[in-house]
T-cell receptor, first 117, second 111 residues
Framework: GAVVSQHPSRVICKSGTSVKIECRSL??????MFWYRQFPKQSLMLMAT?????????EQGVEKDKFLINHASLTLSTLTVTSAHPEDSSFYIC?????????????FGQGTRLTVV | QKEVEQNSGPLSVPEGAIASLNCTYS??????FFWYRQYSGKSPELIMF????GDKEDGRFTAQLNKASQYVSLLIRDSQPSDSATYLC???????????FGTGTSLTVIP
């Protein structure tokens, strides 16, 4: 399967600060990146989809100015949670997709547990 | 809105028993179906995928797909305590790359 590296795995930040989460596809070129958020006892909720070199498409209810996504290269995408608040505390997971793996399963990063205090 | 539904559980089975997990989906045109296992605090990991009607077996796991009924299931034979986790059903849309996930079923295998 594909190798995906996401970090940090865990971060605690103060309310009002920003946090950047990185997701790297180590052995394939990720033309598309899905960013998910998962609250306790709930399933994965798609936040946004980004294609390399273009602006991300955000799901309804997700603020694009708060969750900044950069997908400038085929191996790296970042999600920045700006002006974080306690309600942003969640488990964030990236899922890259490459052009050659379109018919296979979703691969996931290890996830980032964000706690905003 | 494409939907994937699972019983949230919790489902408890004794060690050595068969655990049966069920999933239904709304998009009749879906072609790819996946079962993921997620331990607490970890990201999902793939258990099985199935594309064709019928059964697909891999070790202690069997996935069953019935496209006419829009139903996919996962059977876990000889359940072990290490199987205790949340199991996510995922359906991949036919016309694009997006995956739709169910809410997950929490399974506890009792020693």
């Amino acid at each position: 399967g594909a190798v995906v590296s996401q970090h940090p795995s865990r971060v605690i930040c103060k309310s009002g600060t920003s946090v950047k989460i990185e997701c790297r596809s180590l052995d394939f070129q990720a033309t598309t990146m899905f960013w998910y958020r998962q609250f306790p006892k709930q399933s994965l909720m798609l936040m946004a989809t980004s294609n390399e070199g273009s602006k991300a498409t955000y799901e309804q209810g997700v603020e694009k100015d708060k969750f900044l996504i950069n997908h400038a290269s085929l191996t790296l995408s970042t999600l920045t949670v700006t002006s974080a608040h306690p309600e942003d505390s969640s488990f964030y997971i990236c899922s890259p997709l490459g052009a050659r793996v379109m018919n296979t399963e979703a691969f996931f990063g290890q996830g980032t547990r964000l706690t905003v205090v | 809105q494409k939907e994937v539904e699972q019983n949230s559980g919790p489902l408890s089975v004794p060690e050595g028993a068969i655990a049966s997990l069920n999933c239904t989906y709304s998009d009749r045109g879906s072609q790819s179906f996946f079962w993921y296992r997620q331990y607490s605090g970890k990201s999902p990991e793939l258990i099985m995928f199935i594309y064709s009607n019928g059964d697909k077996e891999d070790g202690r796991f069997t996935a069953q797909l019935n496209k006419a009924s829009q139903y996919v299931s996962l059977l876990i034979r000889d359940s072990q305590p290490s199987d205790s986790a949340t199991y996510l059903c995922a359906v991949k849309e036919n016309t694009g790359n997006q995956f739709y996930f169910g809410t997950g079923t929490s399974l506890t295998v009792i020693p």
